[in-house]
């Protein structure tokens, strides 16, 4: 081949080459401006990984790849998980959530990923109370461990609904209670003994029977009022009668009858 033939030839593969990074460099930058600081994705064992643990993010970071099987926002300063939070990722398989302010979860956060979700950590957060219906349907394990829980009947409506991870029960602890000996106790150690639902079912019938007897009273006392004032206005117009002369007296005591019948 002419050298003339193989510098050309040279030049345009070069060209080609350099193109090609070009775009493949403006492609990165493009998904690098997409996503928060912090955030990167990336691939572990064949699975597809994106990755904001300690990005200082105050909320569930949108334009998360749906593709995303593993995904780890740990150790940031989100407060709150609103509905729908997770609903474009479809084939999620874990979500690290630990190490974050959370303390409040609207029904509906986990929607979408009711079939798939394998595995969720909630740890090391400010949960205090959740509703039961907070991880309806959901198959995943959950941990709950290290929050300050209020232990009582909503928890233990929350605790029958989940499938907690393994080894995570024990960090379930009462930083609460409605009753004060079992602050600082594990919460499934202390509901071995206690049924905190029996115990406020009791207590909202005795305040029923409480309110009940109330109205009784009440209702009573006004009965009792009402014959004594009858009685006592009875005896003065007797007294009335009585004071005057026969004639209208007989007069007034018939025309009393008359009424009466």
């Known amino acids: ?147 300050p829980w209020m232990c009582d009947c909503r928890l233990q409506e929350l605790i029958r609904t989940v499938d907690l991870a393994a080894g995570s029960s024990g960090g379930i602890v009462c930083e609460s209670s409605v009753q004060e000996e079992h602050v600082g106790k594990a919460f499934l150690q202390v509901i071995a003994d206690t049924d905190f639902c029996n115990v406020y079912k009791k207590t909202t019938d005795i305040a029923m029977l409480v309110t009940m007897f109330g109205w009784f009273a009440m209702v009573i006392s006004y009965l009792v009022y009402y014959v004594r004032q009858n009685q006592e206005d009875a005896r003065r117009h007797l007294e009335y009668l009585k004071s005057l002369p026969s004639k209208q007296r007989r007069s007034e005591e018939s025309s009393t009858i008359s009424t009466v019948v």
């Open 1 to 147: 081949m002419p050298t003339a033939e193989r510098v050309l030839l040279r030049s345009v593969t070069m060209w080609l080459l350099l193109q090609s990074l070009l775009l493949l460099l403006a492609s990165c930058l493009r998904l690098a401006a997409a996503f928060p600081k912090g955030c990167y994705p990336s691939e572990e064992e064949g699975l597809k990984t994106f990755r904001c643990s300690n990005a200082q993010l105050t909320e569930v970071p949108r334009d998360i790849p749906n593709d995303t099987n593993k995904l780890y926002l740990d150790s940031n300063r989100i407060p709150f998980l609103p509905r729908d939070a997770f609903r474009d990722l479809p084939l999620l398989l874990e979500l690290d959530l630990s190490h974050n302010a959370i303390a409040g979860v609207e029904s509906g956060a986990f929607r979408g990923l009711t079939d798939h979700l394998h595995s969720l950590d909630l740890s090391s957060n400010r949960l205090v109370s959740l509703s039961k219906d907070t991880f309806s349907n959901l198959k995943a394990k959950v941990n709950l461990s290290d929050n």
